[in-house]
């Protein structure tokens, strides 16, 4: 009885200790703002609140870097300005209180990191993870980089990527480069992390930054994005400025965020679009998509209601996870089983054209950004290629090749034989991912688990966005993709939220083995 009593006691000493630990954060005082896993509105709250400055923010995320970054390889570089700009921003936003200080950019103070193939004039190397490129002098900033910089972003670094964007060799793995190594995924370490965005997709996962822009010309925002199980958005080719950007392909290329959040990566999005005169003709015709008031406005939890979405079947595509109940439930109408006419062209890239077009495009548009820049190492595909060899070892030449490098330099510019090509693509486009998405008057393709539906949107410039869809049993990520027409980001936004929002299927990475 006694004993009984006294355990008793003890329980109920236990309890308040416990409820004590629980709500005590609650009690102002002490209440520490938890940056691990904190949305851009989180921290902007927290800074209106003085509950936290830029300069604790970017000395969070660069004492992760130091931490993690050895295992992960996210980041190729930190920018040595990162906790100036931290400080910048801190005085501009206390010069701003008394109520104004809400009216700043949704990103400013905010730190960012960029895929290693997005020009900064800075202190920071560029170089699509080649050692070709280290110690090269940009003329200027890239056109992104441009407008983050007016938002008042902090450029916290670079992220390391899939070597010149996974366009040097077939047999190099994705998330390598000669500067940072191997890259790794944080769910699961032996997992493949994907390319070529490796290093903004993982390093956005493993809270080592608050938002991340990658780039992709077929897949390389969406597979990352999946696989690391962050949000990816691919915005419609020329609604973001490829200016200053390491290409592959003006036909193809875009710039896009890799967040954790859909409403990080919309701020993100909100940002980066727009006119550039150095990209001026694909930026201007994309213009015409922005709407009035930006994307913020199509963050919408139903936004899943009423839309039309086809799923397209092929023996690719295997449904994973229950995704496609829950977009039923709520109030998505299905048009199930569908077939994209050529899918199986489409999704060859040698048959459909799209590789040799890219070769002919590659080495006409990075002969051009390397005449462009103040001081370089290497001025031609050709001097890349003899580089590689010169350095065969640390770029691990014997190992993986350079035989898309050597496929590329091999095509003769852009005559009538790209543009054969050209025109191949539009109609494999046109006849079967517009016609089907007229016919059936879908607002967006869906696909189930891993996608592979980025050649389809790769080949006519289309945008589309990735979103975290479940755990394979070994705690290996996968999304689910939403590709849509030209200019349709508000309802891709629409869905992909509400899709979030119904599943919050993302959880902080655990690093197994
Ligand atoms: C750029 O590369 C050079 C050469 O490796 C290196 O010394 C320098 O530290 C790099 N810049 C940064 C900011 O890491
Ligand atoms: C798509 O193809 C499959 C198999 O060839 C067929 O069963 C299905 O009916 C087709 N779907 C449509 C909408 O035509
Ligand atoms: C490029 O031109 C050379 C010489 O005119 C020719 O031998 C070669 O076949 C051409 N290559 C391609 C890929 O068209």
């Not at 400055?53 to 970017?58: E, I």
């Not at 490129?133 to 983050?148: C, E, H, Q, Y």
Request: aromatic share 6%.
């Amino acid at each position: 009885m006694l004993r009984d009593q006294h355990l008793v006691q003890v329980h109920v000493l236990l309890n308040f200790l416990l409820i004590l630990i629980v709500i005590a954060p609650t009690f102002g005082g002490h209440h520490e703002f938890r940056i691990k896993e904190a949305t851009i509105s989180e921290i902007r709250n927290a800074f209106q609140h003085e509950k936290l400055t830029s300069r604790q923010l970017v000395k969070f995320y660069l004492h992760e870097i130091s931490k993690l970054n050895p295992l992960l390889r996210g980041v190729i570089e930190v920018n040595p300005d990162a906790l100036r700009q931290a400080d910048k921003a801190d005085r501009e936003r206390k010069s701003m209180r008394g109520g104004c200080s809400s009216e700043l950019h949704h990103l400013h103070g905010i730190p960012i990191l960029l895929k290693d193939n997005i020009a900064t004039k800075d202190k920071m190397n560029t170089t699509a993870g080649s050692l070709a490129l280290l110690r090269s002098i940009v003329p200027r900033d890239a056109g992104v980089v441009k407008k983050l910089r007016k938002a008042g972003a902090i450029i916290l670094g670079k992220a390391s990527l899939s070597e010149w964007a996974h366009f040097r060799s077939f047999a190099a793995p994705g998330g390598w480069n000669a500067r940072a190594g191997q890259g790794k995924n944080p769910y699961v370490l032996s997992a493949y992390p994907c390319g070529s965005s490796s290093g903004s997709a993982i390093s956005v996962a493993a809270n080592l930054a608050t938002v991340t822009l990658g780039t992709e010309t077929d897949g390389s925002i969406f597979c990352p994005s999946s696989s690391n199980s962050v949000v990816g958005i691919k915005p419609t080719v020329g609604l973001t400025s490829r200016s200053g950007v390491i290409p592959v392909s003006p036909r193809q290329d875009t710039v896009g965020p890799i967040c954790r959040t859909v409403a990080d990566a919309v701020y993100v999005l909100d940002t980066i679009v727009g006119f550039d005169k150095r990209d001026g003709v694909a930026t201007r015709v994309a213009s015409k998509f922005i709407p009035k008031g930006g994307y913020l406005q199509f963050l919408k939890p139903d936004g899943l209601k009423g839309k039309r979405l086809g799923i397209l079947r092929h023996p690719f595509f295997k449904p994973r996870s229950n995704s496609i109940a829950t977009l039923r439930q709520r109030g998505v109408v299905l048009v199930d089983n569908l077939n994209i006419s050529n899918l199986d062209i489409i999704l060859d890239s040698s048959m459909s054209g799209e590789l040799t077009a890219l070769a002919i495009e590659f080495k006409v548009a990075l002969n051009a950004y390397l005449k462009e820049l103040v001081a370089s190492p290497v001025r031609s595909l050709a001097d890349v290629i003899a580089f590689n060899n010169k350095f065969s070892d640390l770029e691990m030449i014997h190992e993986y090749g350079q035989d898309i490098l050597l496929l590329s330099q091999a095509t003769n510019g852009t005559g009538n034989k790209e543009k054969q090509l050209r025109s191949k693509l539009e109609k494999l486009s046109k006849e079967g991912f517009e016609t089907l998405m007229r016919e059936h008057k879908l607002d967006a393709l869906v696909t189930p688990g891993h996608n592979m539906i980025s050649p389809v949107l790769a080949i006519g410039g289309l945008p589309g966005i990735s979103v975290p869809a479940g755990y394979d049993p070994k705690g290996v990520p996968f999304g689910i993709c939403f590709g849509g027409r030209k200019g349709s980001e508000p309802k891709l936004i629409e869905i992909a939220y509400a899709f979030e929002q119904a599943t919050h299927i993302r959880k902080p990475p655990s690093f197994k083995p």
